[in-house]
């Protein structure tokens, strides 16, 4: 097989679980197979996907959600961070009939702070949306992105496995230049209350 058909084979691949997963086609399937070349990124891929759900079930989605846009901020990816604050949002927002503090779209921006800076800023948010035990998830978060302290139980290695992850999808996205798209979670495929969820932000603007 030729290595562009087997790109574009994967490049399908990647695309189609995107859609089966989050209902869209993720803009950086076909940079992961450009980057990473077609066998690796699927293998990787299909590596990463499994042991994310199972952390997905272990510390929630809300949880999960914000430890990611938590290492992708850190990265200076704004693209991953934009897709898992929207996707925190959404889940907050269901759960809570409210909105967080600070829309997905300026959280994404804070991808240029200093790593004290960038803590602070979450943690503030957090506790204004009365969520104040993430405050301690994301300060392991990133004390485990900066090296600050290793992974000492299994929920940390969860974390730790996260960060290893996002190193390099968030490699891939900024190489890639990729710009942000819809949420990355199956409450993505919500659509109604995307709808809802709109509307309250248009009140806000």
Same mark, same amino acid.
Request: net charge negative; hydrophobic share 45%; proline share 3%.
């Given at each position: 097989?030729?290595?562009?058909?087997?790109?574009?084979?994967?490049?399908?691949?990647? +695309?189609?679980?995107?859609?089966?997963?989050?209902?869209?086609?993720?803009?950086?399937?076909?940079?992961?197979?450009?980057?990473?070349?077609?066998?690796?990124?699927?293998?990787?891929?299909?590596?990463?996907?499994?042991?994310?759900?199972?952390?997905?079930?272990?510390?929630?989605?809300?949880?999960?959600?914000?430890?990611?846009?938590?290492?992708?901020?850190?990265?200076?990816?704004?693209?991953?961070?934009?897709?898992?604050?929207?996707?925190? +949002?959404?889940?907050?927002?269901?759960?809570?009939?409210?909105?967080?503090?600070?829309?997905?779209?300026?959280?994404?921006?804070?991808?240029?702070?200093?790593?004290?800076?960038?803590?602070?800023?979450?943690?503030?948010?957090?506790?204004?949306?009365?969520?104040?035990?993430?405050?301690?998830?994301?300060?392991?978060?990133?004390?485990?992105?900066?090296?600050?302290?290793?992974?000492?139980?299994?929920?940390?290695?969860?974390?730790?496995?996260?960060?290893?992850?996002?190193?390099?999808?968030?490699?891939?996205?900024?190489?890639?230049?990729?710009?942000?798209?819809?949420?990355?979670?199956?409450?993505?495929?919500?659509?109604?209350?995307?709808?809802?969820?709109?509307?309250?932000?248009?009140?806000?603007?």
């Amino acid at each position: 097989m030729a290595a562009g058909e087997l790109d574009r084979l994967a490049t399908g691949l990647l +695309e189609g679980l995107g859609k089966e997963y989050w209902g869209f086609v993720p803009r950086l399937a076909g940079a992961t197979v450009e980057q990473l070349g077609a066998t690796r990124a699927v293998g990787w891929s299909l590596g990463s996907i499994h042991r994310y759900d199972r952390t997905l079930r272990a510390l929630g989605p809300l949880r999960t959600q914000l430890i990611c846009m938590s290492i992708s901020l850190h990265n200076g990816c704004r693209y991953n961070a934009y897709g898992h604050a929207y996707a925190a +949002e959404l889940i907050y927002f269901r759960k809570r009939g409210r909105l967080l503090p600070t829309d997905p779209k300026a959280l994404s921006e804070w991808v240029d702070l200093h790593p004290g800076e960038l803590r602070d800023r979450l943690c503030d948010m957090l506790q204004h949306a009365d969520l104040h035990v993430e405050v301690i998830w994301i300060d392991r978060t990133l004390a485990l992105a900066t090296g600050e302290q290793e992974a000492v139980d299994q929920d940390e290695a969860r974390i730790a496995h996260l960060v290893r992850m996002f190193s390099v999808l968030d490699a891939v996205a900024i190489a890639g230049k990729i710009e942000p798209d819809e949420a990355h979670d199956p409450i993505n495929k919500d659509t109604a209350l995307k709808a809802r969820h709109a509307a309250m932000r248009s009140t806000m603007a």
